[in-house]
């Protein structure tokens, strides 16, 4: 099976780095106690995100195919557990919403990788038009459930995270490994933005639930 046929439809379960942070239950989540202990669980797991992606991407690449299937995995079980935060704030049906939609984005990361090792530029500017219109369609998503996140701020940010992970695609395609680390680094470092978006957002939303 192709690496991109593979991303697609490898569907694990499984909790990682918010799922540690929040135990899988809201009785279990009791020891998120702040804002700052909400920032930095979801921090760790929207870097997290993207560096799986790159690993899968780097993978994929290099036509390294059983190593492509485990970080693709780990990418799926990530947005899992992404899904799962978000319905430990705001219940099971935005959870549901919410895991499609995530996985909608890899996939065009998924178009971009293949536009690129095939040296497809018209498939390569249409995965970059997708990844655009995504950003508008999840900061609508996240308006819709948090008016602190407002729709035009959000989509910006989600629009940045496609330009530096790309970037770092385009490195690992070029086979300059330092770039591409450095890229994914920095691609990494731009989640904290979101991050602490999301997280602020929410404390504002329930200041009963995270104290200052």
Aim: charged share 15%; glycine share 8%; proline share 3%.
């Amino acid at each position: 099976m192709r690496p991109t046929n593979i991303l697609r439809n490898t569907v694990f379960s499984g909790m990682t780095a918010f799922a540690i942070a929040f135990g899988g239950t809201a009785a279990q989540a009791d020891h998120i106690k702040t804002g700052a202990d909400l920032r930095v669980a979801v921090n760790l797991l929207l870097a997290e995100h993207v560096n799986l992606a790159a690993s899968a991407t780097g993978w994929a690449m290099q036509g390294m195919n059983t190593q492509f299937t485990a970080a693709a995995g780990a990418l799926d079980a990530n947005s899992v557990s992404l899904a799962n935060a978000i319905g430990l704030v705001y219940g099971d049906g935005a959870k549901d919403a919410f895991l499609p939609l995530w996985r909608k984005h890899i996939g065009f990361f998924v178009d971009y990788t293949t536009a690129t090792a095939t040296q497809d530029g018209a498939g390569r500017s249409a995965a970059v038009d997708a990844l655009m219109g995504y950003a508008e369609d999840f900061g609508a998503f996240l308006n819709a459930a948090n008016p602190n996140l407002p729709a035009d701020a959000v989509a910006s940010l989600v629009r940045e995270h496609a330009v530096t992970l790309t970037a770092a695609i385009d490195a690992q395609a070029n086979q300059d490994w330092p770039m591409a680390y450095e890229l994914q680094a920095k691609a990494a470092a731009h989640m904290q933005m979101i991050s602490d978006a999301l997280a602020g957002a929410i404390v504002m939303q329930f200041p009963e639930k995270f104290g200052s």
